[in-house]
């Protein structure tokens, strides 16, 4: 069983920062934390930031040049630093990680967040 445990949410002035941390735990082997969805009310989970092919970076056109993915594989962590806050980044946020296991993928998601930001 792994547990994905969310941290670093709050209310924050728009322009402001926050960092985002998501830590593994449990049965970690072969764990691999991805990266960062969001949801905000009425609205479907999208993504924000997340790790593809390795140390290569996706992120969504909304928080380009605002935001930044990193992560520790050794201690199975994965940060988002996130300046210049808008309030439309008002939203739960969601880490998230994958595990291959018999060539099948399987993800598994934190608790979420809850990232607010006032105008």
């Known amino acids: 069983q792994v547990q994905l445990v969310e941290s670093g949410g709050g209310l924050v002035q728009a322009g402001g920062s926050l960092k985002l941390s998501c830590a593994a735990s449990?049965?970690?082997?072969?764990?691999?934390?991805m990266g960062w969805y969001r949801q905000a009310p009425g609205k479907q989970r999208e993504l924000v930031a997340t790790f593809i092919r390795g140390t290569n970076t996706n992120y969504a056109d909304s928080v380009k040049g605002r935001f930044t993915i990193s992560r520790d594989n050794a201690k199975n962590t994965v940060d988002l630093q996130m300046n210049y806050l808008k309030p439309e980044d008002t939203a739960v946020y969601y880490c998230?990680?994958?595990?291959?296991?018999?060539?099948?993928?399987?993800?598994?998601w934190g608790q979420g967040t809850q990232v607010t930001v006032s105008s």
């Open positions: 449990g049965s970690t082997f072969g764990i691999n934390p």
């Open positions: 998230y990680a994958t595990r291959t296991i018999g060539g099948k993928i399987y993800d598994y």
